[in-house]
């Protein structure tokens, strides 16, 4: 089958690739370009483990495909922030004991990262809302909503079981 | 789980986009958000040979009120719509489709041309009595909502037709609300109803009354619609018009809901959005 150039913008570092078109995005990502924090997870579009940021909104790469992104500017977790300086929700859900295993970590926290690129100061209502298309299989979600209020600089008594 | 595999291609004049449906023959697809053909086509139940992808024509975006209508591009992802509180009902509607990151790609056209019986969006362009604009190699026409939508994911758009733009009556003045039931927010309806009233005083002047997932198209309540048209808003007359909800209707039992527990869930759905269109 015929393949056709895709560019894409990958955490500010242009990529052109020769793919199929069928080639999903999270594909793209984790085995083309090799940024495997992108997770897949149930690859039905309900679990929300592969959001990355498409030209900044929350989008499932697992429902969508590499070609559709071409010429836009996609966001992974590797692309949030770095090592030494972590995006405040990475560095919240490290202080707030926002993960388990992990899994659904890179997704919950793009989902959140949007969240408050949108919303700068969220409700408790307003996060659980953001993360309805992300799953969690741990943690009960409660630490998980408890780092996102607290990236956006709530205090977390402010949270509720 | 992978597509089977299939060619391209990303056209970027809607002439182009109805020549390449054309050409294609019967297994070229439009794509539009991909958020229903995708998962489709990685379970492999759709397999077209050729993907249209709409993303570069223009002119299929955003909202626009022209006089008494607002006209909608087909591209216009949910998300927009739930942002668009000027929509009333639609934007009501598109803010509890599935999740933030579905409603981003998903768009209006897409639902509406695709046609699923738990899908939010048909009810409220029944009950808006909205117009859908369709293009082919024949040139346009104009379908509405109420003759859209044929049978399960069957719709009125034509294989070699794009839907290029929603036209949406606005209802100034006119209270609205929409009441969807599912056991996790980010899932289908099991059943939902969705009003729009327009009060004069405590009268009812006019109400709508559309119903999801009730059949294999959308439906309008209209033996409730009849019984409060013209009546004092009291909660008993909103109850009493509720009750008929499910008149007539006879939904498939699924993995969900049976048919009585589907009827039920239609009168209740439809009494509170009935009583919530008066505060909003
Ligand atoms: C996890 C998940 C949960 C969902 N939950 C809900 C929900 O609760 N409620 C709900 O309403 N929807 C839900 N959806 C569906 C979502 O709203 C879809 O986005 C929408 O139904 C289809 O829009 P699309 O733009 O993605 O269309 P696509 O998937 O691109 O296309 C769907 C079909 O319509 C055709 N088509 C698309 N655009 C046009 C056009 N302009 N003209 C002619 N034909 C066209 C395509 O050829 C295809 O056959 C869900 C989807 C997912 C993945
Ligand atoms: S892997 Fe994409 S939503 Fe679960
Ligand atoms: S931390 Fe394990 S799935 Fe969320």
Known sequence: ?161 | MIPAEFHYTAPESLEDAIQALVDGGEDAKLLAGGHSLIPLMKLRLAAPSLLVDLRKVPGLHGIERQDGAFRVGALTPHRKLEFSPELGIVAKVAAVIADPQVRHRGTIGGSLAHGDSASDLPAAMLITEAEVTLQGPDGQRSVTAADLFLDYMTTAVGEQEVLTEIRLPALDGWGSSYHKFNRRSEDWAMVAACAVVKANGSTCEDVRIGLTNMAAVPLRATAAEDALRGQELSPENIAKAAELAAEGTDPPSDLNASTEYKKHLARVMARRAIADSLAA
């Open chain 1, 1 to 161: 089958m015929s393949t056709v150039p895709v560019r894409l913008n990958v955490n500010g570092v242009k990529h052109t690739l020769e793919v199929e078109p069928r080639l999903l995005l999270v594909h793209a990502l984790r085995d083309k370009l090799a940024l495997t924090g992108t997770h897949v997870g149930c690859d039905t579009s309900n679990c929300g483990a592969c959001t990355v940021h498409l030209n900044g909104e929350a989008v499932k790469s697992c429902t969508m495909l590499a070609v559709q992104a071409d010429g836009e500017e996609v966001t992974t977790i590797e692309g949030l922030g770095t090592e030494d300086d972590l995006h405040p929700v990475q560095e919240a859900f490290w202080n707030n004991h926002g993960l388990q295993c992990g899994y659904c970590t890179p997704g919950m926290i793009m989902a959140g990262a949007a969240l408050l690129a949108e919303n700068p100061d969220p409700s408790e209502t307003e996060v659980r809302h953001a993360l309805e298309g992300n799953l969690c299989r741990c943690t009960g979600y409660h630490n998980i909503v408890k780092s996102i209020l607290d990236a956006a600089g709530r205090s977390s008594s402010e949270v509720s079981a």
